[in-house]
């Protein structure tokens, strides 16, 4: 066919094989038909001339015949006799046409649901997506045009009439880039509502957009016969450097390659090398190995999970009943050789994760006075029945399908989950109360805070399992500032959404103002963006009034709904000036990008601590900022952004962990009728605090709303201690 082609001048292009590559293969083959000259011919624009003009008709049939030759070297084998039978190359056309692209309604029908209903598909690049469109628009562009031209070239006003209403459409780059839009998924969501505020984004407007933001991809080398699916060097490599190590980079590394739980850095930091150790067996002294470090910080009351050991261990004598003496040599990890004084069985109190407890016995338990914690064999567990499951989040252990031990992941190891209290509260404790404070700010709070407990100390390394899932960011650098002298002088703000789940109000989105001279921050709840602008003002307003002073200076983003002429005209008439951040540079807004982020992240951990449904977000959101307000601040000499504003630190005894579950009193006159043998209480979950001091949120379930009460109850999940034995053999300690 190569050798045709080129022999009578014919240009070659890729073959029609059926309705899957037709418009495709139409558009490239109108091209080239209209390059040989021979079009107008196969559309019938230039008709057979008679015969009586022997000349023309010649050249007319030459034409013809170059033309169908065209069409039997480009199409598949299968569909020749559909060339080859027509008596002339516009009917071959026209059974192509007929074949594989109908003008019927039904067909113009089924190509607007196709466009319509076309959705980007994110496992494949942003240009392929465009591609695909741009063939689909074309086809409807072509169809509508095609038909508007038959309609008035037979002066009729009742045929093609869909056409006729769609050809505008068609031809319009705001309307192709609108329906274009609708076919974007909702992970691009904020690029989608960034492009609708501006007015009249054209196609090409949008395609450049998304082609800024999602790059295609440099191309493979396909100069082999076969692609394997076995990642190649490069692809390991690149793999091994989105490795990024939490530890590493909480401590100002890069940390990458590796994640923490192969962390050389924070095993060194920690101390003490984990190590197997020999058992002996001598005549007059028994000896037993244990594997952990001697330096590790763990918490003093841990049992640790232990799969190497010879021996449950413990170095509290208290702990032991029925105790006996024995002379036993322990080796641990670092080659020091422990003497252990007695063994019998030891007693502890297991926490689980739904607040129940359990009195745990292990039998045959060494006292080893010198270990800093206590350790559970797992081998001899097993040998007794038990049975565990685990995942990254930590260890089940299991007796008779029950569960009665649970683990936490801290420092590399499993720590048994205990009821254990450090001073008043322990650290999590504090720390689930304060909507996930950094333990790094507690050292601040009893200076500038009033009505907490004892504040404990933090020990070690602090893991949150809530804190790491939604709090884990990218480094990016500070930018120096200069300090306002007065509150509200300049604030900065900036929208934040949209969030996947609405709130119970219909709420998407919400827009944060930051007092740069305090850092107080304050929200308002959008439903939509173009929102923003009005409750923009009305926080400056209130702030005004409240704290006697004027707003200068207003420092937002490039948002279409804070660039729109009235609301640059109304900080006009107000005297403020509007300060617009570099487009994607966010960090020169970076005030009220902190800020978004950081309430965010903490709503995060909320809901993921609380267990609460993601519609509760809003109120998430809200207590964070609640409580981020009355927490001290570095870069405000350790006071809290009340303090500055207020003159007096703020009194914080009364927050309590998001998500508690409570009993809610019911007001007498909103019981029912006949209510004296009804609850008086309803049950639900603290989710914020009301305007006024001993004012709380509740979200109540069974009402599918909030409410707020000052009249409750906490609920404290307890359980009676059922005494579990783990029974162990006797055998010799080797």
């Given at each position: 066919?190569?050798?045709?082609?080129?022999s009578?001048?014919?240009?070659?292009?890729?073959?029609?094989?059926?309705?899957?590559?037709?418009?495709?293969?139409?558009?490239?083959?109108?091209?080239?038909?209209?390059?040989?000259?021979?079009?107008?011919?196969?559309?019938?624009?230039?008709?057979?001339?008679?015969?009586?003009?022997?000349?023309?008709?010649?050249?007319?049939?030459?034409?013809?015949?170059?033309?169908?030759?065209?069409?039997?070297?480009?199409?598949?084998?299968?569909?020749?006799?559909?060339?080859?039978?027509?008596?002339d190359?516009?009917?071959?056309?026209?059974?192509?046409?007929?074949?594989?692209?109908?003008?019927?309604?039904?067909?113009?029908?089924?190509?607007l649901?196709?466009?319509?209903?076309?959705?980007?598909?994110?496992?494949r690049e942003?240009?392929?997506?465009i591609?695909?469109?741009?063939?689909?628009?074309?086809?409807?562009?072509?169809?509508?045009?095609?038909a508007?031209t038959?309609?008035?070239?037979?002066?009729?006003?009742?045929?093609?009439?869909?056409?006729?209403?769609?050809?505008?459409?068609?031809?319009?780059?705001?309307?192709?880039?609108a329906f274009?839009?609708?076919?974007?998924?909702?992970?691009?969501?904020?690029?989608?509502?960034?492009?609708?505020?501006?007015?009249?984004?054209?196609?090409?407007?949008?395609?450049?957009?998304?082609l800024?933001?999602?790059?295609?991809?440099?191309?493979?080398?396909?100069?082999?016969?076969?692609?394997?699916?076995?990642?190649?060097?490069s692809?390991?490599?690149?793999?091994?450097?989105?490795?990024?190590?939490?530890y590493?980079?909480?401590?100002?590394?890069?940390?990458?390659?590796?994640?923490?739980?192969?962390?050389?850095?924070?095993?060194?930091?920690?101390?003490?090398?984990v190590?197997?150790?020999?058992?002996?067996?001598?005549?007059?002294?028994?000896?037993?190995?244990?594997?952990?470090?001697?330096?590790?910080?763990?918490?003093?009351d841990?049992?640790?999970?232990?799969?190497?050991?010879?021996?449950?261990?413990?170095?509290?004598?208290?702990?032991?009943?029925?105790?006996?003496?024995?002379k036993?040599?322990?080796?641990?990890?670092?080659?020091?050789?422990?003497?252990?004084?007695?063994?019998?069985?030891?007693?502890?109190?297991?926490?689980?994760?739904?607040?129940?407890?359990?009195?745990?016995?292990?039998?045959?338990?060494?006292?080893?006075?010198?270990?800093?914690?206590?350790?559970?064999?797992?081998?001899?567990?097993?040998?007794?029945?038990?049975?565990?499951?685990?995942?990254?989040?930590?260890?089940?252990?299991?007796?008779?399908?029950?569960?009665?031990?649970?683990?936490?992941?801290?420092?590399?190891?499993?720590?048994?989950?205990?009821?254990?209290i450090?001073?008043?509260?322990?650290?999590?404790?504090?720390?689930?109360?304060?909507?996930?404070?950094?333990?790094?700010?507690f050292?601040?709070?009893?200076?500038?805070?009033?009505?907490?407990?004892?504040?404990?100390?933090?020990?070690?390394?602090?893991?949150?399992?809530?804190?790491?899932?939604?709090?884990?960011?990218?480094?990016?650098?500070?930018?120096?500032t200069?300090?306002?002298?007065?509150p509200?002088?300049?604030?900065?703000?900036?929208?934040?959404?949209?969030?996947?789940?609405?709130?119970?109000?219909?709420?998407?989105?919400?827009?944060?103002?930051?007092?740069?001279?305090?850092?107080?921050?304050?929200?308002?709840?959008?439903?939509?963006?173009?929102?923003?602008?009005?409750?923009?003002?009305?926080?400056?307003?209130?702030?005004?009034?409240?704290?006697?002073?004027?707003?200068?200076?207003?420092q937002?983003?490039?948002?279409?709904?804070?660039?729109?002429?009235?609301?640059?005209?109304?900080?006009?008439?107000?005297?403020?000036?509007?300060?617009?951040?570099?487009?994607?540079?966010?960090?020169?807004?970076?005030?009220?990008?902190?800020?978004?982020?950081?309430?965010?992240s903490?709503?995060?951990?909320?809901?993921?601590?609380?267990?609460?449904?993601?519609?509760?977000?809003?109120?998430?959101?809200?207590?964070?900022?609640?409580?981020?307000?009355?927490?001290?601040?570095?870069?405000?000499?350790?006071?809290?952004?009340?303090?500055?504003?207020?003159?007096?630190v703020?009194?914080?005894?009364?927050?309590?962990?998001?998500?508690?579950?409570?009993?809610v009193?019911?007001?007498?006159?909103?019981?029912?009728?006949?209510?004296?043998?009804?609850?008086r209480?309803?049950?639900?979950?603290?989710?914020?605090?009301?305007?006024?001091?001993?004012?709380?949120?509740?979200?109540?379930?069974?009402?599918?709303?909030?409410?707020?009460?000052?009249?409750?109850?906490?609920?404290?999940?307890?359980?009676?201690?059922?005494?579990?034995?783990i029974?162990?053999?006797?055998?010799?300690?080797?």
């Amino acid at each position: 066919m190569a050798e045709i082609s080129k022999s009578l001048n014919i240009p070659q292009i890729e073959k029609l094989r059926g309705a899957a590559n037709y418009h495709t293969w139409r558009s490239i083959a109108t091209t080239f038909l209209d390059i040989m000259g021979v079009w107008d011919v196969v559309t019938g624009k230039t008709a057979k001339p008679d015969s009586t003009e022997t000349t023309s008709e010649a050249s007319w049939i030459r034409l013809s015949q170059r033309a169908k030759g065209f069409l039997l070297l480009n199409i598949d084998r299968g569909l020749m006799p559909l060339i080859s039978t027509a008596q002339d190359v516009p009917t071959a056309w026209a059974e192509l046409e007929e074949k594989f692209d109908r003008k019927t309604p039904t067909s113009l029908h089924t190509l607007l649901k196709t466009i319509v209903t076309l959705r980007y598909n994110n496992k494949r690049e942003i240009s392929a997506h465009i591609e695909k469109y741009d063939k689909l628009w074309q086809r409807l562009l072509e169809r509508t045009s095609e038909a508007t031209t038959r309609s008035k070239a037979s002066d009729s006003t009742s045929h093609d009439a869909l056409e006729a209403v769609l050809l505008p459409l068609a031809n319009s780059a705001v309307a192709k880039g609108a329906f274009f839009l609708t076919s974007l998924p909702t992970s691009l969501d904020n690029v989608v509502d960034n492009l609708t505020t501006k007015e009249s984004a054209t196609y090409t407007d949008v395609c450049a957009k998304l082609l800024d933001l999602y790059p295609q991809e440099q191309p493979a080398d396909t100069n082999t016969a076969f692609a394997t699916t076995s990642p190649n060097k490069s692809d390991r490599i690149r793999r091994k450097d989105e490795k990024i190590c939490t530890y590493c980079k909480s401590k100002g590394f890069r940390g990458i390659g590796h994640l923490m739980v192969d962390c050389r850095t924070k095993k060194r930091n920690i101390g003490g090398n984990v190590s197997a150790a020999t058992a002996m067996d001598d005549v007059n002294l028994n000896t037993g190995y244990a594997f952990p470090a001697m330096e590790s910080d763990f918490p003093p009351d841990s049992w640790i999970l232990d799969c190497g050991a010879s021996s449950h261990m413990t170095p509290h004598q208290s702990r032991i009943t029925n105790s006996q003496p024995v002379k036993v040599m322990v080796t641990i990890g670092n080659g020091e050789q422990l003497p252990a004084t007695a063994i019998g069985t030891a007693e502890f109190t297991a926490l689980l994760g739904n607040g129940t407890t359990h009195k745990i016995c292990l039998h045959n338990t060494l006292v080893v006075p010198a270990l800093r914690f206590s350790l559970i064999l797992w081998r001899r567990m097993a040998e007794a029945g038990a049975s565990k499951t685990g995942d990254l989040e930590g260890t089940r252990i299991m007796v008779d399908t029950k569960t009665v031990l649970e683990t936490i992941p801290y420092g590399g190891l499993e720590i048994i989950r205990i009821p254990s209290i450090i001073g008043t509260v322990s650290v999590m404790q504090l720390h689930r109360k304060l909507a996930h404070l950094p333990p790094s700010a507690f050292a601040t709070l009893p200076t500038h805070t009033k009505g907490l407990p004892t504040v404990p100390q933090v020990k070690g390394i602090f893991d949150c399992n809530a804190c790491s899932k939604a709090k884990y960011t990218c480094t990016i650098p500070k930018a120096r500032t200069t300090k306002t002298s007065t509150p509200y002088h300049t604030i900065h703000s900036d929208i934040c959404g949209p969030f996947s789940v609405p709130t119970p109000g219909g709420c998407r989105y919400f827009i944060s103002v930051i007092d740069e001279y305090s850092r107080r921050a304050e929200i308002r709840f959008l439903n939509t963006r173009d929102q923003a602008p009005k409750a923009l003002l009305d926080m400056m307003t209130l702030a005004e009034r409240q704290y006697d002073t004027r707003t200068k200076v207003i420092q937002t983003d490039n948002a279409g709904e804070l660039t729109s002429h009235w609301f640059e005209d109304g900080l006009a008439k107000l005297g403020v000036k509007h300060k617009l951040s570099i487009a994607y540079i966010h960090e020169t807004n970076g005030m009220a990008e902190r800020v978004n982020r950081t309430v965010t992240s903490s709503a995060r951990a909320l809901l993921f601590d609380s267990g609460l449904p993601l519609c509760m977000w809003g109120e998430a959101v809200t207590h964070a900022i609640y409580t981020k307000n009355r927490m001290p601040h570095q870069s405000l000499g350790s006071k809290s952004p009340l303090e500055i504003l207020m003159g007096e630190v703020q009194d914080v005894g009364h927050l309590q962990a998001f998500g508690s579950p409570a009993h809610v009193f019911i007001p007498e006159e909103k019981r029912r009728t006949a209510g004296k043998l009804l609850a008086r209480t309803v049950e639900g979950f603290l989710v914020g605090y009301g305007e006024q001091r001993n004012q709380y949120r509740f979200w109540i379930p069974s009402l599918g709303r909030v409410v707020i009460s000052r009249d409750f109850k906490l609920r404290v999940i307890t359980s009676v201690p059922e005494i579990i034995t783990i029974e162990t053999t006797a055998e010799q300690q080797t």
